[in-house]
């Protein structure tokens, strides 16, 4: 069993930058972040294999936000710069123990964090 906890979230100007951690009791093979918005579907954001560090993002976040972690913290980032308002949504950190499932399958993460609000005002 891997807990997560996300930390960060907030209220930002469109432009604007915000960093969410998610804090992890143990390790899995794959992290990711997932995002969803009043009255819409969960979708992926980013993830991130945690041995080799490899990455990999949604179109509509490529080139903004950029997906981290720290091995010895147990912990992975999400760094969001060019916030846009359509990037309102609750930022939820998920972690995947295989490596057989692609990685922007909403179904085929394990363990998921409670959410933490992100806000982006124009």
């Known amino acids: 069993q891997v807990q997560l906890v996300e930390s960060g979230g907030g209220l930002v100007q469109a432009g604007g930058s915000l960093r969410v951690s998610c804090a992890a009791s143990?390790?899995?093979?794959?992290g990711g972040w997932f995002r969803q918005a009043p009255g819409k579907e969960r979708e992926f954001v980013a993830a991130i294999i945690w041995s080799s560090g490899s990455t990999y993002y949604a179109d509509s976040v490529k080139g903004r936000f950029t997906i981290s972690r720290d091995n010895a913290k147990n912990t992975v980032y999400l760094q969001m710069n060019s916030l846009k308002p359509e990037d309102t949504a609750v930022y939820y950190c998920?972690?995947?123990?295989?490596?057989?499932?692609?990685?922007?399958?909403?179904?085929?993460?394990?363990?998921w964090g409670q959410g933490t609000q992100v806000t982006v005002s124009s």
């Open positions: 998920a972690a995947q123990r295989s490596a057989v499932y692609a990685y922007n399958d909403v179904r085929r993460y394990d363990y």
């Open positions: 143990g390790r899995a093979y794959r």
